[in-house]
């Protein structure tokens, strides 16, 4: 579903109905049942209740496809002891033709993560630092962590920079940023800053906005992107949008031959964004804006925004002709009224190749885990 305020004109709404006196929070919570539904083992996920309340007076126009509405999502646990088991749809892939794809990905990948830049304790861009931690600016074509090819990575340079309580290196990782994106990067320097910070990130305290360029003018001004996401069988390991269809393929699938990791249940997603400006990037049609990722999932943004027809400008991976299914999984007919039309992704694609991803982690906040001191950082976007 993708919520938010409009700056252009539009139709004026049907009336409302009158609020209900014992649903007091119904404005505040923003549900998938509009689009979509999914389960778990532990029952229904009650995602937008969980992830954050949010005041719907601030985004009160809804948007979704009308072919989106009526779909519904399967879950793919093969232990379930009661209903109907769902009927899978016929696969596109065979096991071994997604193990195949797999392997050949991740060598991709590998050989990826050796190209990342090395760069010296000196050129650090630390933001703050004291005893138990540090915060830096990490440019993009960097590793965060080096992986198990001990590539060039902005940990090692902390650790040869700082060190950190325990002598190790991986024991100052507290969260992490993809290869292609630049921004604010927090590594812990005690093993109790590690601890609390762990405690921080998994408890969702920790308030991190980014800015990005994306493709076309986005319409409304500010809103919500609520779509679940998951592996995508058809791209590993890659992430697409939920689908109905997608999670019955999966039925098919053995994990004994495919792996877990593919056939993971649909993860709940929430994105906010709001509109910095609508630009011009070689004489074509991008915004610059903020975004919030509430859930933070695996590569959450950049399917977000592809789903929503705004690819992320310089994104080789969910943009036009990346590696991953087009349009965050979804058809070109699924796509919102307004979003940029396939032509301009494509010439924006060849007009910036070979430029980094036009995605910055610009701020950070949190709580000082040891001083408990409220701590925020900003840091401009170099695009």
């Known amino acids: 579903m993708v919520q938010g305020k409009s700056s252009l004109p539009s139709p004026s709404p ?21 689009m979509f539904s999914f389960t778990t083992p532990a029952g229904i996920i009650m995602a937008a209740a969980a992830l954050s309340f949010i005041d719907m007076r601030q985004h009160p126009t809804a948007f979704a496809p009308p072919s989106w509405h009526s779909r519904r999502m399967v879950h793919c646990d093969r232990h379930r002891s009661r209903g109907t088991a769902a009927i899978p749809t016929e696969l596109c892939l065979s096991s071994s033709d997604i193990q195949a794809k797999l392997r050949a990905q991740m060598a991709k990948l590998q050989e990826r993560d050796r190209s990342s830049r090395d760069i010296s304790p000196d050129e ?5 630092e ?23 990575s902005l940990n090692k ?17 507290v969260h992490r940023l993809g290869m292609d994106t630049s921004g604010l990067v927090v590594f812990a320097r005690t093993n109790a800053a590690l601890r609390d910070l762990n405690a921080l990130f998994r408890t969702r305290k920790v308030t991190r906005k980014y800015e990005a360029l994306v493709c076309g003018h986005v319409m409304n001004d500010s809103g919500v992107i609520d779509l679940p ?5 058809e791209c590993p390991p890659y992430m697409r949008v939920s689908t109905a269809e997608h999670q019955r393929a999966l039925l098919g699938l053995d994990p004994g031959e495919v792996g877990k990791k593919i056939l993971e249940s649909p993860k709940e997603s929430l994105t906010m964004y709001e509109v910095i400006s609508r630009e011009e990037l070689d004489g074509r049609d991008v915004t610059r804006m903020t975004l919030t990722s509430v859930s933070g999932r695996t590569h959450q943004l950049n399917v977000h925004c592809a789903a929503i027809g705004h690819p992320i400008v310089g994104d080789a991976v969910y943009g036009y002709g990346g590696e991953a299914a087009s349009n965050g999984g979804l058809d070109e007919s699924e796509l919102p009224d307004g979003c940029a039309s ?32 409220d701590l925020s950082f900003d840091c401009p976007a170099p695009f």
């Open 157 to 173: 340079v902390a650790f040869c920079r700082f060190g950190c309580e325990s002598n190790r290196m991986d024991k100052m990782v």
């Open 342 to 373: 396939e032509e301009l992704r494509r010439e924006i694609s060849v007009a910036v190749a070979g430029r980094s991803m036009c995605v910055h982690a610009k701020s950070i906040s949190f709580e000082h885990p040891i001083t408990k001191e």
């Open 124 to 128: 650090l861009d630390v933001i703050y």
């Open 229 to 233: 996401i998951m592996r995508d069988y």
């Open 14 to 34: 049907s009336p409302s109905p009158p609020p209900t006196p014992s649903t007091s929070h119904s404005r505040h919570i923003i549900s998938l049942n509009a």
């Open 130 to 152: 004291d005893e138990h931690l540090a915060v830096i600016n990490k440019p993009s074509g960097v590793l965060t962590v080096p992986g198990k090819e001990g590539n060039p």
